[in-house]
């Protein structure tokens, strides 16, 4: 039961992650543009998601290196920001959902050795 959950809880977590940050591209459509740059500045809006999406893909498959890739991701962030304050709710969760990758990976290595 508990390795189900900890399988099924990064991948729920990052998927809503995902929803919350593509949230914030919908602030293209407020703009007076027309439709070819509407779809730039969605494209452009939402490469944090597929970034962020690209992650789970790897975690997906090998839970360790995706991982990783979270790490990254954060760490990457908050040096672009600069201000650990203010990409704290971009960051934050990106460690979370990392962190939990790692502790499924580390469970169910216990479980397959017992």
């Not at 672009?80 to 990758?101: A, E, N």
Request: with cysteine; net charge neutral.
């Amino acid at each position: 039961m508990l390795l189900k959950v900890l399988y099924w809880t990064p991948r729920v977590v990052c998927l809503l992650y995902i929803g919350f940050i593509s949230l914030f591209a919908l602030d293209v459509f407020s703009g007076e543009y027309n439709l070819a740059q509407t779809l730039v500045a969605l494209t452009m809006h939402l490469i944090p998601s597929m970034l962020i999406l690209l992650a789970l893909v790897i975690a997906w498959r090998w839970e360790l290196a995706g991982s990783v890739v979270f790490d990254v991701l954060a760490v990457a962030w908050l040096i672009y920001v600069g201000d650990f304050g203010k990409s704290l709710i971009i960051t934050l969760p990106l460690f979370v959902i990392s962190s939990l990758f790692v502790a499924g990976w580390v469970y169910r290595r216990k479980a397959e050795s017992s």
